[in-house]
């Protein structure tokens, strides 16, 4: 039985697949340059920072968790795309992609416990102040439809008698 060797291009001849990995890269980035402009140059940039989140899911989810908290920071606001819908995206499918693997492991307690408990007594806040909101609204409706239904008499005044 005779082992089967890997057989390599020849020095002088580059192997296809690189070739064509070759190609698209240039294409992606002249596509990419023409519609984006000097943007362009921020695209590898940004898809380093990808990849870094990616290979650790902790700082990701820590750190969609908290943009929120510096969405009016002009950082943030330059941004052509909503920060936390991204950041959302990507943690999904690091999440699918690690369920599916069987690679996912849990999240530290020390970290889900204050964001379970944000969340819960956001939810009851809002649905307080849901509750007492359509109480205000009905009076205030009521306050301004009974002003509206009383006949107002608009007179003017002539220019003689405020000289006087």
């Known amino acids: ?95 699918f992609a690690r369920w599916s693997t069987g690679r996912g492991h849990a999240i530290p307690l020390g970290f889900a416990s204050p964001l379970v408990i944000i969340g819960a007594f956001g939810s009851a806040v809002s649905s307080c102040s849901s509750r007492s909101q359509p109480a205000a609204m009905r009076e205030d409706s009521s306050a301004c439809s009974a002003v509206s239904k009383k006949p107002t008499d608009v007179t003017t005044s002539s220019p003689e008698s405020t000289r006087e």
């Open 1 to 95: 039985m005779t082992a089967r060797v890997a057989q390599r291009p020849l020095p002088g001849r580059p192997d296809p697949g690189a070739l064509a990995l070759g190609a698209g890269a240039a294409a992606v980035g002249a596509g990419a340059a023409v519609t984006l402009g000097p943007a362009a140059l921020g695209v590898p940039v940004v898809l380093l920072i990808c990849l870094a989140l990616v290979r650790e899911p902790l700082a990701l989810l820590t750190l969609y968790a908290y943009v929120g908290l510096f969405k009016e920071q002009a950082v943030l606001g330059a941004l052509p795309f909503d920060a936390t819908v991204a950041l959302g995206l990507l943690l999904t499918g690091v999440c």
